[in-house]
């Protein structure tokens, strides 16, 4: 059974700091591209960033230059380090996995999904 276990949410004001974690099980994680997407109220879920086994990236323009995507293979971790943070990033925030090695920014194209955690940044 795959779970995806998110972490590190919270209350921050703008222009502070968060880093997000999602722990993984059930899977073999490096042979997994693990992705972060949020969803803001009445918005459609919306791709942030993407990491793939070997390390390769993709990120959302709206995020570049902010947030770090980073994986650990040998704690089956996946994390996201987000600076500069801005009252438009206010949204739950998901992890999810896809087999094989495509950085995809597809939501449709990841098979397993974390319950989600809120990010909320005050003005």
């Known amino acids: 059974q795959v779970q995806l276990v998110e972490s590190g949410g919270g209350l921050v004001q703008a222009g502070g700091s968060l880093r997000l974690s999602c722990a993984a099980s059930g899977l073999t994680f490096s042979g997994y591209t693990m992705g972060w997407f949020r969803q803001a109220p009445g918005k459609e879920r919306e791709f942030v960033s993407c990491i793939n086994w070997s390390a390769s990236t993709s990120y959302a323009d709206s995020v570049k230059g902010r947030f770090t995507i980073s994986r650990d293979n040998a704690k089956n971790t996946v994390f996201l380090q987000m600076n500069s943070l801005k009252p438009e990033d206010t949204a739950v925030y998901y992890c999810?996995?896809?087999?094989?090695?495509?950085?995809?920014?597809?939501?449709?194209?990841?098979?397993?999904w974390g319950q989600g955690t809120q990010v909320t940044v005050s003005s």
């Open positions: 999810a996995a896809r087999s094989g090695a495509g950085t995809i920014a597809r939501w449709s194209a990841y098979r397993y």
